[in-house]
C-alpha cells in the first residue's frame, strides 16, 4: 500500500487556501482545505476526516496481506489549474 501526502497552495476567486491531500495507491482518499472561517466545520472544508476509520480499515487489510506500508510526501498539484 503506497499512501502519499500532499501540501500546497491554490488560488480560488482571489484567496489563497491551503490544500492537505490523502492518495492511498494513486487514488484520493482525503482532502482538507482551507475555507471561509464560518465553513471550517466537518460538513464543508473537513469533510474528509469522515473517510478516515475507511483509510485505517484498508492499511489494516494491507498489513495483514503482508503488503509492505509506504508513505511518501509531494508537493501539492491543482488539478483545476494549467500545469
Do not use: Q
Not at 489563497?16 to 491531500?21: F, G, H, I, P, T
Not at 484520493?28 to 482545505?33: D, G, I, P, R
Not at 466545520?41 to 484498508?58: A, H, Q, T, W, Y
Not at 495483514?64 to 509531494?74: N, V
Amino acid at each position: 500500500m503506497r499512501v502519499t501526502e500532499s501540501n500546497g497552495w491554490i488560488e480560488r476567486s482571489g484567496r489563497s487556501l491551503e490544500v492537505y491531500e490523502v492518495k492511498i495507491d494513486g487514488w484520493v482518499a482525503a482532502e482538507f482545505s482551507d475555507g471561509e472561517p464560518e465553513d471550517a466545520n466537518i460538513m464543508r472544508d473537513f469533510s474528509g476526516v469522515k473517510s478516515i476509520p475507511e483509510l485505517m480499515k484498508r492499511a489494516y487489510e494491507a498489513g495483514k496481506r503482508g503488503e509492505e506500508f509506504e508513505i511518501t510526501s509531494e508537493e501539492y498539484v491543482d488539478p483545476f489549474e494549467d500545469n
